[in-house]
């Protein structure tokens, strides 16, 4: 694996601040806008009430493969893998799949992209064998993105791959079939409010005028609800069902219409959390790490450039190092990481995807120990510190100045130490009153020599380290959970 250096991102963690602090007590955007600055806004539902009590089992139970996951492929597919970011001959600003909406591109001209899908080179096992290969537990797909567009053959709207495509093959069914042989769990995306191809849809204000005047119930009882109906009855167990950008959502039965179908017919499924209402677990804002420990269940949606859909132009990948830190900090935050890519009109995902994606793989065949079902770090201090100066972020909230050296996740008896840099020799871990019983390198299973000096147990690490892209030490203590001392 090519030692890439990760890249530390510190809008992310700023951004991060900002959501988390405002979270619960500013009004979020009603819509995920993602190109007018609401990034860094947890979602809505997070603002929502807590479930009655016999509904909380319910959704733990519904959650505990989602808690050993972690790490899932997020898959931005549709239409606008065509003009990959590109219309008439102007680069069109903002995300690839917002391409219509940025170029006010009417319906008519738009569908005849339709005539031009067909994805020759699309095979829906080498999609689940990256995947696997990048280490993966999940796929989230777009069956239908705000385009209005569907992946699969719909029943209700004939603007679907099956119907109105040369290619004309159900890719949600294929997708299944090859999830079903790799035991590979996958759920859908579905825009249940944006609908820009229906006239009673969220979003189009270019051909159908403004959303106020529109029959919304009218699209969400003809359109929405049944093609959900259609994605949980023809495909297979459905792991779970991402929701977005809620606009109008908030008006009377509209999200628990949508609650009541999948719980109906898969009560299994998960629910992300930008129906409209509280689903399963909080879905963060794009890209947006939160700075502390999250005690819901959480997932971050991502991207490893700066595009969900396909943009010719957009070459500003992450490296493999920047990934598995995100990955490791994310989990050590109690957190899921959701990583997009976006396949090319010809069904190719794009190359250097792949290989960011297989190289943080190689990382996790053989570390992944410290990732998959691992919990969250039980203290903090390596996350970050308030700002020395005791400045204020522009809400009022303590400014945090985020560290990146190390962090730890936790099994039962075990603590995981990944290092992202060489650290200081010796290497003191905070302050605990469990017993150190063994310390060795995760990758070889090489001892750490360890001491422990008024409590705190220092580490001596092995230079050069061991993998200086991220390498972790477990440290195996007496009890199951880290009991905290004064330090
Ligand atoms: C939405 C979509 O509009 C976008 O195309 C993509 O599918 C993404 C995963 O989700 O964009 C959002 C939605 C919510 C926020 C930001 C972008 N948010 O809450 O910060």
């Not at 990934?323 to 994310?330: A, E, S």
Request: net charge neutral.
């Amino acid at each position: 694996m090519p030692p890439l250096r990760r890249r530390v991102d510190t809008w992310t963690f700023r951004a991060s601040l900002t959501a988390l602090a405002l979270s619960l007590v500013v009004p979020v955007p009603s819509d995920g806008d993602p190109v007018s600055g609401v990034e860094g806004l947890l979602s809505p539902t997070l603002r929502t009430q807590a479930p009655a009590p016999g509904e909380d089992t319910a959704r733990q139970q519904r959650l505990a493969w989602f808690h050993e996951a972690k790490y899932g492929l997020f898959i931005h597919w549709g239409l606008y893998a065509i003009p990959a970011g590109t219309w008439k001959g102007q680069r069109i600003r903002g995300l690839g799949e917002w391409i219509m909406n940025r170029a006010k591109i009417p319906v008519g001209e738009y569908e005849q992209l339709a005539r031009q899908f067909n994805p020759v080179k699309f095979d829906a096992d080498e999609w689940v064998e990256l995947a696997q290969a990048a280490g993966m537990k999940y796929i989230v797909i777009t069956s239908k993105h705000h385009d209005g567009f569907a992946l699969y053959q719909s029943k209700v709207s004939t603007y679907d791959v099956v119907d109105a495509t040369p290619f004309k093959r159900d890719i949600l069914e294929e997708l299944a079939a090859a999830c079903a042989r790799a035991k590979m769990p996958l759920g859908f995306y579905y825009s249940q409010a944006q609908d820009w191809h229906d006239p009673n849809g969220a979003g189009n204000d270019w051909d159908f005028g403004p959303d106020d005047k529109k029959d919304f119930d009218k699209y969400l009882r003809g359109k929405a609800e049944p093609q959900v109906r259609e994605l949980l009855t023809g495909y297979g167990p459905v792991a779970l069902l991402w929701f977005d950008t809620p606009r109008m959502m908030n008006v009377g039965d509209r999200a628990t219409r949508f609650t009541d179908i999948v719980r109906e017919l898969q009560p299994k499924t998960l629910i992300d959390g930008r129906l409209g209402v509280a689903g399963d677990y909080v879905t963060t804002g794009d890209n947006v790490i939160p700075p502390a420990v999250q005690t819901t269940a959480w997932e971050v949606p991502a991207t490893i450039n700066h595009t969900w859909g396909y943009k010719t132009y957009d070459h500003d990948w992450k490296s493999p190092g920047a990934i598995l830190f995100k990955l490791v900090d994310i989990v050590s935050k109690g957190g899921n990481y959701l990583l997009n890519v976006g396949p090319r009109a010809d069904g190719i995902i794009p190359e250097p995807s792949q290989y960011v994606l297989r190289s943080a793989g190689a990382w996790l065949k053989v570390n992944g120990e410290a990732v998959y079902g691992a919990g969250a770090t039980p203290f903090g201090e390596e996350l970050g510190e308030p700002s020395a100066r005791g400045a204020e972020d522009v809400r009022g909230q303590p400014l945090m100045l985020a560290r990146t050296e190390w962090r730890i996740t936790t099994k039962p008896g075990k603590l995981y130490v990944t290092f992202f840099a060489e650290p200081r020799a010796p290497f003191e871990l905070p302050a605990m009153k469990n017993a150190v019983k063994r310390v060795y390198q995760l990758a070889d299973g090489a001892p750490v020599p360890f001491k422990t000096e008024g409590g705190r147990t220092v580490l001596e690490i092995a230079r050069p380290i061991l993998d200086p892209m991220a390498t972790v030490i477990v440290v195996e203590i007496d009890g199951a959970s880290v009991v905290r001392a004064a330090s």
